[in-house]
């Protein structure tokens, strides 16, 4: 069965410091792989998608900047962080185009920028 | 802009009685429609979805209702228990575009 890890699940990180959250998928291949934010009020927002390895599509600018070195490996980055950072990360899958079946997220990761 | 859009932040409804939540959305390209439910410090998990081409999907005690002229979609849930006390978030999407756009979802709360 497929599986998806995503850690830390806490971290606190003072301004100006870099990030890098980690998402792994197991028992699939070439998984369409997916990076949200639940900040308060602001419900889910993406911010970026892959539909392959190196294939990164960009939802809003902002501070942060995706990669995607392995099929099955999703990584968040900043080099430099903002209190305007601070929200509940999410890292999601799907095996398409999601059509009736949707995502399956990760645990989440909540960061605190102080 | 927010395409998809749950205008209701909380609800609470009594134990035993029907929880409806609802969820417009503005872009009529969209024709995938889901609800996820999601608890603190977790991520969401699926619920139940609806295609274009239903106006209804059932699934237990959850059913979705999509009304797409009013481009508004509906969840009901019957009957509500505590351990549905959670985050509701709808979500939408548009074939071919890989990603589904989500609303800023409702807390429900079931009181016992």
């Known amino acids: 069965s497929q599986t998806i890890h995503q850690w830390p699940a806490t971290l606190v990180q003072p301004v100006g410091s870099p990030l890098s959250l980690e998402c792994t998928v197991e028992g699939t291949s070439n998984p369409n792989l997916y990076w949200y934010r639940q900040a308060a009020g602001r419900g889910l927002q993406l911010l970026f998608y892959s539909v392959g390895i190196g294939q990164i599509s960009s939802e809003v600018p902002q501070n942060l900047s995706a990669s995607r070195p392995q099929d099955r490996q999703f990584i968040l980055s900043s080099k430099k962080l903002l209190l305007s950072d601070s929200g509940f990360y999410l890292c999601?899958?799907?095996?398409?185009?999601?059509?009736?079946?949707?995502?399956?997220f990760g645990s989440g990761t909540r960061l605190t920028v102080v | 802009d927010q395409q998809v859009k749950q205008n209701s932040p909380s609800l609470s409804v009594q134990e035993g009685r029907i929880s409806i939540l609802n969820c417009d959305y503005t872009n009529s390209m969209f024709d995938y429609f889901l609800w996820y439910k999601k608890y603190p410090a977790e991520g969401p998990t699926f619920l139940i979805s609806?295609?274009?081409?239903?106006d209804k999907n059932e699934d237990g005690r959850f059913t979705v209702f999509l009304n797409k002229s009013a481009k508004h979609l509906s969840l009901h849930i019957v009957p509500s228990q505590p351990g549905d006390s959670a985050v509701y978030f709808c979500a939408a999407s548009a074939s071919g575009t890989y990603k589904y756009i989500f609303g800023t979802g409702t807390r429900l709360k079931v009181l016992a």
């Open positions: 609806i295609s274009s081409i239903k």
């Open positions: 999601a899958w799907s095996d398409g185009q999601g059509g009736l079946y949707g995502y399956t």
